[in-house]
């Protein structure tokens, strides 16, 4: 995965965790295959308007993916930015971590 996008360039901290947000090609993201959440076409849409009028929602929320390019929090995120034809930030995480925070993310929360 390559490091460069639209939303700023460089690579940031985030808080106390030390996580390394970097711009990544949304071409090089994938959704993870076991995301238990769905979003319909009205939602989506609305979405993308937010995301358009505020790009920097990205930067504040980031999508966090594997190495490998699995987004494990912010699918619908990503799915938004492809349609949108963007590129979009990220955060590595090793496996083990991974499933920690796709349980802790989608807990209660998706459809």
Partial sequence: MREEGACGGGSVRRGSVGLKVVQARVADLR??????????????????RSL??????LLARPLIALVDGRVICGNQRLLAAQQLGWRTAYV???DARART???????????
């Avoid at 959704?31 to 993308?48: D, G, Q, V, W, Y």
């Avoid at 358009?52 to 929602?57: A, G, N, T």
């Avoid at 925070?101 to 459809?111: A, K, S």
């Fill in 31 to 48: 959704c993870f295959e076991r995301n238990p959440r769905r979003i319909s076409p009205e939602r989506l849409e609305a979405l993308k």
């Fill in 52 to 57: 358009e009028e505020d790009r920097e929602m």
């Fill in 92 to 94: 590595e995480l090793d």
């Fill in 101 to 111: 925070w796709v349980l802790r993310d989608n807990n209660g929360y998706g459809e």
